[in-house]
């Protein structure tokens, strides 16, 4: 599996009745297309995400997206792991 960064941008309030259940739709079609959702940020007025998924390739990432209806700004690649507690780099 990669590792990938996906910026997503929503109308104000999108994020707002985001719950359990809706959750648990996405992962579901996410498995459709082998794509696994590992943690989201979002900004204080949650009309920016930065969600990190894991997936077999960018176009599985954006197909899941397009079958969650749910919106795709730039999706970068992230093989590189830093982490500053001096463990070592980690590259899948």
Request: charged share 25%; hydrophobic share 40%.
């Amino acid at each position: 599996m990669h590792r990938y960064l996906i910026r997503r941008t929503f109308p104000a309030g999108a994020l707002d009745g985001l719950d359990e259940a809706a959750k648990d739709k996405v992962n579901a079609t996410n498995a459709e297309y082998q794509v696994k959702w590992i943690r989201s940020y979002a900004t204080a007025d949650k009309t920016v995400t930065f969600c990190i998924y894991e997936g077999p390739s960018e176009q599985a990432i954006r197909e899941a997206a397009t079958a969650n209806g749910l919106p795709v700004d730039e999706v970068f690649a992230v093989p590189v792991t830093l982490v500053p507690d001096g463990e070592d780099l980690v590259v899948q």
